[in-house]
């Protein structure tokens, strides 16, 4: 740099170091006088509330009592959920969607057009086309099409409404699970389980309003995840229990503490932790206490809920429980028992539907025939049951995976799989509802004739969990909960309620 | 651009009635004496008035050009309200330079007439020309007037007695004889066939390619949706209706039994015939229409802390729902408390070990309880006595208690009963057929449903291994 580009540059640096010198607060309040009027008329605006935005439900919290039932924004018919999850994603092609144009098919390389542009989690290359590994029969008056896989439910038919047209956007378990159930692939939305609580609280003051029971041996790919509560108050998340042995660990005193002992410690406690409130003033202080008094509650009416023992043979015969076990079986009878009990949501996780035939068990031939087996009775009994009890008409229950299955079979980086199998598949899936006010005997949606994708009655998630919600008596575009400064709503920007399987 | 500001028109109108009518207030008031000190308000409120006029003409003549009103309601309104502008601007004139009293009072009384004229044309054009008087016609207003019932649906007309009255209540607002927006209109057959702007409004036997279903199947936050969102929405029957007319080869001559009738359809005709038509769904009453006052804050605190969880069973309703899962007591004190809310209590969920005949008394008030349930509890059939006087009961579930077909029946006097639940009740088998004759409408379900064992519920499919 020469002198003089130095000297210029210096008075350059001079000058706007006076400019700045110059630059006061009134300088500010005028040159943004326009952004700040902006922003006074923004919240302003925000303040005359319906004119510019969306009506919102009010839901009242209450810190000292979150659980307390709340009333939906209107009359909902049904007052709880069972919500049936097949981990893994059970084959549409081998349960309800019968193709007898794919059975043709049977065998021959997949045509380009069903790949140019498609993903798959597997398949590689040009797979073979595989037909229905299963025989199918129309059942019922409804004249619904279920496989010889599920000869119970087949009885059903005229008790349920099919969605046969189920689309996502993900084909790996776990972002797919936590669409289905918190309305985002990506982790920390609240569960709608968490959302239904949150919203309406729960009818049994001495049990967890939201109950999570798995089997199958492994919890679902996404984790906790999908029963957390996210940003919603932690009370709201789902309280998983096991259906072997103690419900919750650690739900029994110890040896040698006894009742009055053990209020007393909790009453201690509470105590402790009022005065922290006193100076805090932080309202999840109050959730706690209240979590520590109904923890005390729960350890006389969980062990007595969650024994499944004291129910009559007859019952376990119907359901086909394993006592001593932990299976799908146990758990579904302790969801009619938490539903007769007041529990508000309870979500059942059945893993191993993963369908790939890269070895016996997740094969279509073996694995899935077992799984079925498993479910079938179960699943028919928890209808039934429900019936019976005069529970259907309020219980919602919702039975899916997280998507669906290739009408081809899969060939594993090119190489046919030992097994008959599918891979993931997110064009079409079956998911079926019944009960808290759906359409008995309905089929909606219908998918090409072998089954690649929906043609009629399309449907997603968020249209799921937007009637869950209607059914309870929410309008799932008014029900949200602010967050870092927005309101967040469980189907997010989407969602429309599945009117035609409303009875 | 022209067509926004022209859009401008229905809100800028208000300003010239208001402003004009004020001035034309002042005016007359200030010939007496009294409220003389108004005189000089006059003049600035006239020149605002008649500049808020000559605006709302030329916003209005803007508006008339998109061509969605009908042509000669336009053109009276127009001419009026060019003649309130210009009779506002004579007394002004009037008003400044004569300064006589008694032309400026017949003219202020004129002015008013003309703006009362023009902002009532102007207001049929919007709301249609029969918006005043309807209310004072029988049937209330247009938007709800009820389909009369159809004595035969199957020898009646398809088009002419279940589409034309639903055009007539949902779309004619907009696309009849008085406004075509979109350039639609669907008060007669030509104008059907002949659609609008947007295509083919009914496509003969097609529904999924007719612009009209398609736009009233769109979700409701869509631009396009049909109806407009602020204005009543068609039932979902409504729009089966239209699709099954369309898929039909929508006809206009052709009586209703020449028309194929899926099943989806059969209570929809049904419905028609009996008059309960296409206004409101057919479904069990999940509530009383007829609302009711607030219960007590007070009473619902005190079952609250009996372990009573009392909620109303929606955010706008003030009807109640109780659940007694919690209750630590059911003695008589408890219950009594229960007669504070008796007009509100709608559905009770009594699935207590505790609650028995006793209890039950505590309910015989509650005259507007729809859904009971009992399971479980020790109710016998003396307690089902006290349950003769609800008749709003719809539902009522015993499942698990000692009542026998003796006591249910003593229930037959319940004329909205539509289910009872007996699973495990002291019913006999031998009992059913006469409770059902007992019961000829409603739903009695016996339980004692079966999953029989099937050989291959218990058996393992495994791998064949070939040799």
Redesign the interface.
């Given at each position: 740099m020469t002198r003089d580009e130095l000297n210029a540059h210096r008075l350059v640096k001079e000058a706007q170091e006076a400019m700045l010198s110059g630059l006061s607060r009134r300088h500010f309040l005028k040159e943004s006088a326009f952004g700040l009027g902006a922003l006074a008329m923004g919240s302003l605006l925000g303040s005359c509330g319906g004119l510019f935005s969306k009506p919102q439900?009010?839901i009242s919290y209450d810190p000292a009592h979150p659980l307390?039932?709340?009333?939906?924004?209107?009359?909902?018919?049904a007052r709880s959920v069972i919500y049936l999850h097949m981990a893994g994603a059970p084959s549409q092609l081998e349960l309800f969607d019968y193709k007898p144009e794919l059975m043709k098919m049977d065998g021959q390389d997949c045509p380009p057009s069903l790949l140019a542009g498609k993903k798959f989690a597997f398949i590689t290359g040009v797979p073979k086309m595989l037909g229905p590994q299963a025989q199918f029969a129309q059942h019922g008056q409804s004249g619904a099409t279920i496989s010889e896989n599920l000869?119970?439910f087949a009885t059903m038919a005229d008790e349920v409404s099919f969605l046969k047209a189920v689309k996502t956007d993900q084909f790996n378990h776990a972002p797919a699970q936590l669409l289905v159930h918190t309305g985002s692939p990506r982790l920390g939305r609240p569960s709608i389980g968490s959302w239904v609580t949150y919203g309406l609280g729960t009818?049994?003051?001495?049990l967890p309003g939201y109950v999570v029971l798995t089997s199958g041996g492994s919890f679902p790919d996404a984790g906790k995840s999908v029963w957390g509560s996210g940003f919603l108050p932690s009370v709201y998340q789902g309280v998983q229990c096991r259906s072997e042995g103690d419900p919750v660990l650690f739900i029994k005193d110890p040896d040698g503490m006894n009742r009055d002992l053990r209020k007393a410690s909790i009453e201690a406690i509470n105590k402790a932790n009022e005065q922290q409130y006193q100076e805090y003033n932080d309202p999840e202080i109050l959730s706690r206490i209240a979590q520590y008094e109904m923890a005390y509650r729960m350890q006389i009416a969980a062990p007595e809920v969650m024994n499944i023992n004291d129910e009559p043979a007859?019952i376990h015969?119907?359901?086909?429980t394993q006592p001593g076990k932990a299976c799908f079986a146990n758990n579904v009878l302790l969801a009619r028992k938490l539903v007769?009990?007041?529990v508000r949501y309870i979500q059942l996780f059945d893993w191993g539907w993963d369908a790939h035939g890269d070895n016996?068990t997740n094969s279509l031939?073996?694995g899935l025939?077992?799984k079925c087996?498993s479910i079938?009775?179960p699943i028919?009994?928890l209808l039934?049951?429900l019936?019976?009890?005069?529970l259907l008409?309020e219980t919602l229950v919702v039975w899916g995976g997280e998507f669906g299955r290739t009408p081809m079979m899969e060939n594993r980086n090119g190489v046919q799989n030992p097994f008959k199998g599918r891979d993931h598949h997110t064009e079409a899936f079956t998911i079926w509802m019944a009960g808290g006010g759906i359409k008995k005997g309905f089929t909606h949606g219908e998918t090409d004739e072998i089954g690649y994708s929906a043609i009629s009655g399309k449907v997603d998630a968020f249209d799921v969990q937007a009637t869950i919600l209607n059914q309870l008596?929410f309008n799932h575009?008014e029900f949200t909960y602010p967050f870092q400064g927005r309101p967040f709503r469980l189907t997010d920007v989407s969602g429309?309620v599945i009117?035609?399987i409303i009875? | 651009m022209l067509e926004l500001l022209g859009r401008f028109h229905p809100v800028l109108v208000h300003l010239p009635i208001g402003i004009l009518l004020i001035a034309c207030l002042f005016l007359l008031l200030s010939l007496s004496p009294k409220f003389e000190t108004l005189k000089p308000a006059i003049g600035i409120t006239l020149f605002l008035g008649m500049l808020g006029a000559v605006f709302s003409c030329i916003t209005g003549y803007l508006l008339a050009q998109s061509g969605d009103y009908d042509g000669k309601l336009v053109g009276n309104h127009q001419w009026m309200g060019i003649a309130t502008a210009v009779i506002s601007l004579l007394l002004l004139l009037v008003h400044k330079y004569a300064k006589s009293n008694k032309i400026s009072g017949i003219t202020a009384l004129a002015l008013i007439v003309l703006i009362s004229i023009t902002g009532h044309l102007g207001g049929s054009l919007t709301h249609g020309s029969d918006y005043l008087s309807a209310p004072l016609k029988e049937g209330g207003s247009k938007n709800t007037a009820a389909i009369p019932p159809i004595p035969n649906i199957q020898e009646a007309l398809i088009y002419e007695a279940a589409v034309q009255p639903l055009l007539k209540n949902r779309c004619y607002s907009c696309h009849g004889s008085e406004k075509q927006k979109g350039k639609l209109r669907l008060d007669a057959q030509e104008f059907i066939l002949k659609g609008g702007e947007g295509g083919h409004t009914v496509v003969p036997g097609k529904a999924d390619e007719s612009e009209l279903i398609k736009r009233l199947l769109l979700p409701i936050s869509n631009e396009d949706h049909m109806a407009p969102k602020e204005k009543p929405q068609l039932t979902a029957n409504e729009i089966e209706l239209l699709k099954w007319w369309i898929n039909n080869g929508a006809p206009f001559n052709k009586k209703v039994k020449e028309l194929s009738q899926p099943e989806n359809i059969k209570p929809i005709l049904l419905a028609l015939q009996k008059g309960t038509a296409t206004t409101s769904e057919n479904k069990l009453s999940l509530i009383p229409e007829k609302e009711v006052g607030a219960a007590e804050e007070r009473a619902l605190k005190t079952l609250k802390n009996a372990g009573i969880m009392v909620v109303p069973v929606a955010q706008n309703s003030n009807y109640l729902s109780a659940n007694f899962i919690n209750a630590v007591s059911l003695a008589d004190t408890v219950m009594d408390k229960i007669k504070a809310i008796k007009k509100q209590l709608i559905w009770v969920k009594l699935d207590h070990p505790l609650a028995n005949d006793a209890t039950l008394k505590g309910l015989k008030d509650c005259k507007n309880i729809s859904r009971l349930s009992l399971n479980n509890s020790k109710i016998t059939d003396a307690g089902l006595a006290n349950l003769k006087s609800l008749d709003q009961l719809q539902s009522l579930s015993l499942v698990g208690t000692k009542v026998t077909a003796k006591g249910v029946a003593q229930l037959s006097g319940l004329k909205k009963l539509q289910y009872i639940y007996l699973y495990q009740t002291q019913v006999q088998r031998t009992d059913w057929n006469s409770l059902k004759k007992t019961f000829p409408k409603v739903k009695i379900d016996s339980g004692n449903y079966q999953v029989p064992t099937l050989p291959k519920d218990t058996t393992e499919v495994k791998v064949v291994v070939k040799n």
């Open positions: 439900t009010q307390l039932p709340k009333s939906p924004p209107f009359v909902g018919k000869p119970h009818e049994n003051q001495n007859y015969e119907m359901y086909g007769e009990k007041g016996p031939n073996i025939k077992n087996r079938d009775k028919t009994a039934l049951d019936k019976q009890r005069g008409e008596g575009e429309k009117n035609e009875a | -």
